[in-house]
Structures are given as structure tokens and as C-alpha cells.
T-cell receptor
């Protein structure tokens, strides 16, 4: 199984809502990532979890809160987002934190109204 | 990390070889060249990587010049499903810190036409 799954596929939320994005992999990978991708732009790294611990936060606003409950799951909790946060949110995993062979999920298309 | 330069877009006829160039003239000796692609509405997909020698796998071939200042990704028999944005990424293969993470440039939009 070389698949990274993400739910939901699409999400529409208001600026006062609280929602969560979920990511799951069963490849035994020990590094997991969140990327944000705006339309017609390349993906930008947000967070890195290494062995279930947050190792990198690329100066992401606190309205985005990541969580790694176990080695297979990665969540991104969203609260008080702005319309400019509308984007495709991609989850990825790799065997270990130094591997550049990352496996990406299909993403969650988020719209903030 | 070395900066990469890729053409904004390229066309290729179906069944022909697609040759995607990447310039990385400031590459260091310990930096690898990685290629990913992103098909529309999907997450990026790893294709291939290399350091000095040419590499081939079931998806593509990677040709790196002797001075390592440029490389070419070759899709030997392009199909319509190869239409995607192709990203060339140069990164140090090191341990720990942000050096382990991918930084995507603008990439090349490859359109394979019937």
C-alpha cells in the first residue's frame, strides 16, 4: 500500500468555523508533511512531523494547528481562517525525515467564505 | 541550496520522447537533483533523482551533464497522461533540519498532444 489518503476532498468553511483535515498513511513512514498550494503556484511547506514530533513550522499562523496522534495519522486543525487561506492542502509522507522521496495525498480543496 | 531554472511550458507529441531541461548552474557537489510531477488536481508524484550518474527507472531517465550544471528528464514515449507540471528540485542530501524538505519552484507545464 503506497497510498496517502486525505479527507475530506473538499471543504467549505466560514471564518468563524473550526474544522479539521485528516491524513493517513500505512507505509510505516516516520515523517509526515503538510503543504499549502494556491492556484497556479507550487506547493509550499507548512509543517514537518518527524517520528511523531513537530520538527519544522515554516512560520505558519496559529490559526493552523497540526497534530500527529500516531505514526499513521496527521491532522490539521483550522480555526478562524481568512478567505486568503483558501487553497489545496496537501499531505505527504516519507520513510524518514531525510528522504526526499515523498508520497503525496490528493489534497483537500479548502474554501473559506 | 542551488536555484533551478526551467522553461515555463513545453509541448510534446504523443508517442514521442519528452525532454525537459533544468538549469542548476550553482549546484554544489553534495546536492542531488530530484524530479517530481503534478498532474492536474492531484498531489505531486516523485519521478527520479540523481547525483552524478545518469539514472533510469520505469517512469523516466535522468541525464545530468558532466559539470552537473544542468540536467534533462526524459519521458521516452510520452502519453496524454503525462501532461503535468514537472518540478526540478536541487537539495542537499543531509540529515536533520530544514535541509530534508522539498522546495518547489515554478516547474514546466508539459502538454502532450495527440
Amino acid at each position: 500500500d503506497t497510498e496517502v489518503t486525505q479527507t475530506p476532498k473538499h471543504l467549505v468553511m466560514g471564518m468563524t468555523n473550526k474544522k479539521s483535515l485528516k491524513c493517513e498513511q500505512h507505509m510505516g513512514h516516520r515523517a509526515m508533511y503538510w503543504y499549502k498550494q494556491k492556484a497556479k503556484k507550487p506547493p509550499e511547506l507548512m509543517f514537518v512531523y518527524s517520528y511523531e514530533k513537530l520538527s519544522i513550522n515554516e512560520s505558519v499562523p496559529s490559526r493552523f494547528s497540526p497534530e500527529c496522534p500516531n505514526s499513521s495519522l496527521l491532522n490539521l486543525h483550522l480555526h478562524a481562517l481568512q478567505p486568503e487561506d483558501s487553497a489545496l492542502y496537501l499531505c505527504a509522507s516519507s520513510q524518514d525525515p531525510v528522504s526526499y522521496e515523498q508520497y503525496f495525498g490528493p489534497g483537500t480543496r479548502l474554501t473559506v467564505t | 541550496d542551488a536555484k533551478t531554472t526551467q522553461p515555463t511550458s513545453m509541448d510534446c507529441a504523443e508517442g514521442r520522447a519528452a525532454n525537459l531541461p533544468c538549469n542548476h548552474s550553482t549546484i554544489s557537489g553534495n546536492e542531488y537533483v530530484y524530479w517530481y510531477r503534478q498532474i492536474h488536481s492531484q498531489g505531486p508524484q516523485y519521478i527520479i533523482h540523481g547525483l552524478k550518474n545518469n539514472e533510469t527507472n520505469e517512469m523516466a531517465s535522468l541525464i545530468i551533464t558532466e559539470d552537473r550544471k544542468s540536467s534533462t528528464l526524459i519521458l521516452p514515449h510520452a502519453t496524454l497522461r503525462d501532461t503535468a507540471v514537472y518540478y526540478c528540485i536541487v537539495r542537499v542530501a543531509n540529515y536533520g533540519g530544514s535541509q530534508g524538505n522539498l522546495i518547489f519552484g515554478k516547474g514546466t507545464k508539459l502538454s502532450v498532444k495527440p
